[in-house]
């Protein structure tokens, strides 16, 4: 199964194809230069610490000095000249422009994303004419490579986006020429591009035996281009010899070449360069100890190790243009060697002390095994000295001495008194003077602060104070530092505006600032209501019309006094009637009272929040229902109380109960009620009828008269009213008559004999049914419908005409006080 190779995989398959057709050891002496000197080049990222150090007696520190490739954005570039030592081979790669000349090559994928002038490419093409380009829209893969310029970099007459190295007219199609190659080398994070033009004949019969050897490197995450020459003839007279190295943009307006390689006929044998982005930086680079703590981001670092071998690391933190960050490190180590080091604890500016203890701290060795020699002559690791002086000792273990010195003085605090705190109200500077007693007062500096804030420019012994706060003064002599402060604060001054009080403002109030403990002639005033001050008001006096919250300040020079007073307005007090009802059959008069009478107050009258225009009275008369509200003002003080009128709603007309009539039979109705002066309306199922405005009310039930007939009658007191209604139907027996039919059956017609009617009427003492032989079958008192067709005992009679006697209880308009007559029973109906 044929399986393409990666891209680098592909250049080093060939690498190895064509040296191994000469012999075995080719191959070893390939796989071990391309594993370790083909591995990384020179423009990788990389850090060097520097070469291990010894530290021998007394030497307690020392410089550790880095070195890494400081690279940047690819916005820019810095070009330099670098030794010429090719970092890979010039033949061995893939194989480009084989016997072909101004030719571009197919598109080659690069292993790894390339930045050039602020871009990223992830293809290029080898221009047979020793370039590299990565536009490949403009430099087409296969198409035509042009030899013809005369152009410096830069130009848009030259290739954009270009490496040159370097661009001429060569001829890779003559017989015996080297082969235009390309290769891969190195692991990521740092492999590389290598183009390479091996002896590649200049164009022409003019350029006889002229061939050019060079090698374009182009490197991963630091984009470092670099370009080796082995040998550039000059001499040739086509196309004038032009010749350039160098690198090219995306539109030919920026470009860099090495010095003396722009285009012109030049000659250069075993030369370097290096092309090195250096925009903003993309490299950090830092020391670290032995914990990994960052400890400098110099490239130099001073150190003082106490162990006795310490190691230290020089890391270089590299992101790329893609994004990715690799990091590079390289270790130093520090070896002390039979040393050691002597701390006597730096020199000391003391002040006001007797004595001083002096330690030589030895690091690095055992003080057990050491030897002290002082310059006072002791002989022990600490001395107590007393008086000013260099004090040095001589700290000897083994063969090793170790000298150290410090230099002790004694000295006096600088005594400073500013004084007691001081109350003025600025007539004049308040002078401050920190002279110290025991120094001459030109020994020594001064610096004045107010408030904890240094006062520019004020370093005399004495100071002009022209406003309040705290004062402090540092003053030093001899390394001594003593300090001191004052608070200057105003006078206290006090001013009164009395009690707070409440007033209507009838009439203006005055308020009066009474200065307690000042001459008001020689103060300001400034008035404020509410915290807003009062314009132009700036009397001891001020006539107000407003409550508010009344503040004064009293200024006397920069001495201030306030005082506070709440005027609030007064209390008043307005009553009007108790809540009730009325039918206004009479005058009704509200009155609103005030708890105390002023002939000056004003009132306003409202109805359910309308304002009643020109009711300004105490008193209202009234002619309908709601909520009156009275609002009385004297001066600017107010007061509303509110009454609510509504209708009666206890007035009551009372008719009799409901009841059942015969057709066309007269009626009379009575309203009944206590109400003097009431008026009368009735009303039949709601509808007024005409001209019955009396208490009485005749009427009758036509025959056909359907459902329930309601009566109603409504009394009028006033505004009130009140109502009550009888409901009159017709008996459900047909015209009121005694029946001659009974059918009891159940089906709801004459299933008994009913004088409900009649009963209503006059009323019915007895009922007897008597059957056709004059034998009494059936007798009831106070009879109303009582018989079925049955006995006296509950047994239903035979069908047959049957006699009946009613004796009523009065004297009936139409049966007088007795009926009697006949009645058929069916007891055999359906």
């Known amino acids: 199964m044929n399986k393409k190779l990666p891209l680098y995989l592909q250049s080093c398959h060939h690498f190895f194809k064509v040296n191994l057709k000469k012999n075995l050891l080719a191959f070893f002496s390939v796989l071990f230069i391309s594993l370790s000197a083909f591995s990384q080049g020179p423009g990788c990222p990389n850090v060097y610490a520097g070469e291990d150090v010894e530290l021998g007696c007394g030497e307690p520190c020392t410089d550790l000095t880095a070195s890494f490739l400081d690279t940047g954005e690819t916005t820019s570039y810095e070009v330099s000249s670098i030794t010429y030592d090719p970092p890979f081979p010039f033949t061995g790669g893939t194989p480009v422009s084989v016997n072909t000349d101004d030719i571009w090559s197919d598109a080659i994928q690069l292993p790894f994303d390339f930045c050039f002038f602020g871009e990223t490419y992830t293809e290029m093409v080898i221009g047979s004419n020793a370039v590299v380009s990565f536009d490949l829209a403009n430099n087409q893969p296969g198409a035509y490579c042009d030899w013809s310029f005369d152009d410096p970099i830069p130009s848009p007459n030259l290739f954009f986006t270009t490496i040159f190295g370097p661009y001429m007219d060569v001829d890779p199609s003559v017989q015996g020429s080297g082969i235009i190659n390309w290769a891969v080398f190195g692991e ?32 991963e995450t630091t984009n470092v281009v670099e370009v080796y020459v082995q040998d550039r003839p000059s001499g040739c007279t086509w196309n004038d010899g032009n010749a350039v190295l160098g690198i090219q943009n995306q539109n030919g307006t920026v470009g860099y070449t090495a010095p003396g390689r722009n285009t012109s006929d030049w000659a250069a044998t075993n030369e370097a360069w290096r092309f090195t982005p250096n925009g903003a930086s993309n490299v950090a680079f830092s020391w670290l100890d032995s914990m990994g703590t960052v400890i400098g981001t110099d490239t130099t670092i001073n ?14 933190v590299y992101t790329n243009c893609n994004g990715d960050v690799i990091t590079e490190t390289d270790e130093v180590t520090v070896t002390r060697i039979g040393s050691f080091t002597v701390d006597l604890g730096g020199d000391q500016e003391l002040c006001d002390a007797e004595n001083y203890d002096i330690t030589a701290e030895i690091t690095g060795g055992d003080p057990t095994d050491a030897t002290f020699l002082w310059n006072t002559g002791e002989t022990t690791q600490t001395i107590t000295v007393t008086t000013s002086g260099t004090y040095s000792v001589d700290v000897t273990i083994g063969t090793c001495t170790v000298t150290a010195s410090v230099v002790i003085n004694f000295n006096e605090l600088p005594l400073i008194e500013l004084g007691d705190n001081i109350e003025t109200c600025f007539f004049d500077p308040i002078v401050l003077d920190a002279s110290p007693s025991n120094y001459d007062p030109t020994d020594a500096t001064y610096e004045w602060s107010l408030d904890g804030v240094v006062l520019a420019g004020e370093t005399n012994p004495t100071l002009n104070a022209t406003q309040y706060g705290v004062y402090s003064v540092n003053v030093s002599a001899n390394g001594c530092l003593a300090t001191d402060e004052v608070t200057i604060s105003p006078q206290e001054l006090n001013v009164a505006l009395g009690d707070d009080f409440t007033s209507c403002f009838e009439i203006s109030e005055t308020l009066t600032a009474e200065a307690i403990d000042f001459d008001p002639a020689t103060a300001t005033f400034e008035w404020s209501l509410d915290g807003v001050v009062i314009a132009g008001e700036t009397n001891q006096t001020l006539d107000i019309t407003e409550p508010g919250t009344y503040v004064v300040t009293a200024s006397v020079n920069s001495c201030t006094a306030t005082d506070t007073i709440v005027v609030g307005l007064g209390n008043i007090e307005v009553t009007v009637n108790d809540d009730f009802q009325t039918c206004f059959e009479s005058q009704v008069e509200l009155e609103a009272m005030l708890t105390v009478q002023n002939p000056e107050a004003t009132y306003q009258w409202s109805l359910d929040g309308n304002i009643i225009p020109d009711e300004t009275n105490s008193t209202l008369i009234i002619t309908e229902v709601g909520t009156y509200t009275v609002t009385a003002t004297v001066g600017s003080c107010s007061a509303s109380d509110s009454v609510t009128v509504s209708f009666r709603d206890d007035l009551e007309v009372t008719l009799d109960e409901d009841f059942k009539t015969c057709p066309n039979e007269l009626q009379v109705l009575t309203a009944t009620t206590d109400e003097e002066g009431a008026t009368f309306q009735w009303f039949l199922n709601g509808d007024i009828i005409a001209g019955e405005t009396n208490s009485t009310l005749e009427f009758s039930l036509e025959t056909g008269t359907f459902g329930t007939q309601t009566f109603e009658v409504v009394i009028s007191v006033g505004g009130c009213s009140g109502t009550d209604s009888v409901d009159v139907t017709l008996y459900d027996v047909g015209n009121c008559i005694i029946s001659e039919g009974l059918s009891p059956n159940g089906d709801g017609f004459n299933d008994t004999l009913d004088l409900t009617f009649l009963n209503d009427r006059t009323g019915i003492s007895k009922l007897q049914i008597f059957n056709r032989l004059g034998t009494l079958v059936f007798e009831q008192n106070n009879y109303t419908n009582q018989w079925r067709g049955q006995t006296n005992d509950g047994n239903d009679l035979p069908t047959g005409t049957y006699f009946y006697v009613v004796d009523l209880a009065g004297n009936d308009a139409v049966y007088g006080t007795q009926a009697t007559g006949w009645i058929y029973l069916n007891q055999e109906a359906n």
Do not use: E, K, W
């Not at 492999?191 to 061939?211: D, E, H, K, Q």
């Not at 150190?303 to 890391?315: E, M």
């Open 303 to 316: 150190v003082c190790p106490t162990d006795q071998s310490t190691t230290y690391t020089a890391q270089a």
């Open 188 to 219: 990521s994070p740092c492999r590389t591009m290598v183009v390479n033009f091996p002896n590649i004949p200049y164009f022409g019969s003019a350029c006889p035996n002229l061939s050019l050897t060079s090698q374009i490197v182009i490197y």
